[in-house]
């Protein structure tokens, strides 16, 4: 069967696999500049199904206006789910997702993270490049021995334990639902959030945004960290509270931040902003700090995960076209997928 596909929030790097996956598979997407939301959802008249990314605005409206035109699918190229009414959806349209893609990705993008900013690595490469040789203020420290506090240890979190092992680290790990695998193994200790906060060097946050792990890292929480602790974050912008990290920079409680992802990322991240004024203070702070790497939610880009996630995307609207089911389906009311009862990001 022939479908046509509405791709939002195209870049270029996303075509060459779904065109290699689509062709495959008789599926033509049509590539949108745009994000989707509800100005922008009428793009989709006439097209089969919709497919969209993190920062695309999946609104009552724009659920409506899907029905409306009669498209049913909304095919998500990313795990989580957070921007999309997923009560609104029920009974209106089906929303297919990638569950996971390489979690490896995102795994080691964190530590290259880490590593680039406790061993100084970006001033060095600026400096170098100035022919600047000096070593003043660049000392750095051990990560062996250190202890790492890993909040959720999912996917992502258990692949980036592993690293941390690999490193000879101490693990504290925090999970609502603890791991299986990790239950069992004597160099991972599951401790309170509060134990975590109190004992880690380094903490590092890989667990979905709900409710619950909205502003994980508050103030309350920095205000119980060590001085000096090390802030990670690769997974959502709103599990820090980002003036209450500014502050806690500021006032030295926290010695170093790594942040892949940022609340108010929605209107900045994926885009070329270097022409504009930035209006965002507090990011505009962060960014001005020595201690400070921010990425633009780039853990997920490599070519591996590209792949996978065209070739999952493609596999889940075959599937769902030709059975009407999808094992990718999200239903927050049916309760499977067995994750799909917690909500998460990309
Ligand atoms: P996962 O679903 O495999 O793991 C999430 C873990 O968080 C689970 O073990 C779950 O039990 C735990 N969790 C749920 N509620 C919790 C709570 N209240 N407190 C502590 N832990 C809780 O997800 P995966 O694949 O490991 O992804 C983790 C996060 O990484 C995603 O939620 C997403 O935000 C982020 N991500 C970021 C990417 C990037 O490019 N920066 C790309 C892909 C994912």
Do not use: W
């Amino acid at each position: 069967m022939n479908m046509n596909i509405a791709f939002f929030d195209a870049k270029p790097y996303d075509i060459p696999s779904f065109d290699r996956y689509g062709k495959e598979n008789k599926i033509t997407f049509k590539y949108f500049e745009t994000k989707l939301n509800e100005d922008t959802v009428n793009l989709a008249e006439g097209f089969d199904g919709i497919c969209s990314f993190v920062n695309d605005t999946v609104n009552a409206h724009v659920i409506d206006r899907m029905y409306e035109m009669g498209i049913r699918i909304l095919a998500l190229r990313c795990a989580g789910f957070n921007n999309v009414d997923m009560n609104h959806a029920y009974g209106k349209i089906h929303v297919l997702r990638v569950p996971a893609y390489s979690p490896y990705a995102v795994a080691e993008h964190t530590m290259a993270l880490l590593l680039t900013s406790i061993r100084r690595i970006h001033k060095a490469y600026i400096r170098t490049r100035d022919y600047n040789f000096s070593l003043a203020g660049m000392t750095g420290f051990d990560l062996h021995g250190k202890t790492i506090g890993v909040i959720g240890t999912g996917r992502i979190g258990r692949v980036f334990i592993d690293i941390c092992r690999g490193f000879g680290m101490h693990i504290l790990a925090y999970d609502k639902y603890p791991a299986k695998q990790l239950l069992c193994d004597p160099s991972v200790h599951y401790v309170s959030l509060q134990e975590l906060f109190q004992n880690s060097d380094i903490i590092s946050l890989h667990c979905p945004l709900t409710e619950e792990t909205y502003h994980i890292i508050d103030e309350h929480a920095l205000r119980q960290c060590k001085r000096g602790v090390v802030i990670i974050n690769t997974s959502r912008g709103a599990l820090v509270d980002a003036e209450a990290l500014l502050a806690a920079i500021k006032s030295r409680t926290v010695g170093a931040a790594c942040l892949d992802v940022y609340e108010e990322e929605s209107d900045l991240f994926f885009e070329d902003n270097s022409g504009h004024i930035l209006n965002d203070d507090v990011l505009a702070r962060l960014i001005s700090m020595p201690n400070v790497i921010v990425t633009s939610h780039q853990a997920f880009l490599t070519e591996e995960a590209l792949s996978n996630i065209a070739e999952t995307t493609v596999r889940n609207i075959v599937e769902f076209s030709e059975t009407g089911h999808c094992e990718n389906e999200l239903c927050i009311h049916c309760g499977t997928p067995e994750d799909s009862k917690q909500p998460q990001n990309v």
